[in-house]
């Protein structure tokens, strides 16, 4: 019984006006010399969802990975991009990072990554 209040409960509050939560979002702004790196972490649980999007004055090599022991696991791995986004799930729970490397030129790389 106590199940069936909550579900109808739940089911009410988007007639009641209730907003669902907002998402966040991790402003991403940094300058990179020629052959360095800017990355962003983030832990996420198996099946978590985040938004990406993000735009780069040069050529950058972007992925996004994760540690195993020592060794990096990559999901996404793209060479020289100038701009991505789309939405990234999770796997397996991991630390995962967001991570772009200037080529041979400077760069600034500008954009967002979701957060909770």
């Not at 939560?21 to 991790?26: E, H, I, T």
């Not at 198996?46 to 999901?75: L, Q, T």
């Amino acid at each position: 019984m106590k199940r069936l209040l909550l579900l109808l409960v739940a089911a009410a509050l988007p007639a009641l006006g209730a907003d669902p939560p907002k998402p966040q979002w991790k402003n991403l702004d940094a300058t990179l010399e020629p052959q360095k790196i800017f990355e962003f972490c983030d832990k996420l649980a198996a099946g978590e969802k985040r938004r990406f999007h993000w735009k780069s004055s040069a050529a950058v090599d972007f992925n996004i990975h994760y540690h195993e022991g020592p060794e990096p696991i990559y999901p996404v791995k793209r060479d020289a991009m100038r701009g991505d986004g789309g939405t990234f799930t999770a796997k397996t729970e991991q630390e995962y990072c967001w991570m772009w490397t200037a080529r041979n030129a400077k760069a600034r790389v500008e954009g967002q990554v979701e957060t909770k």
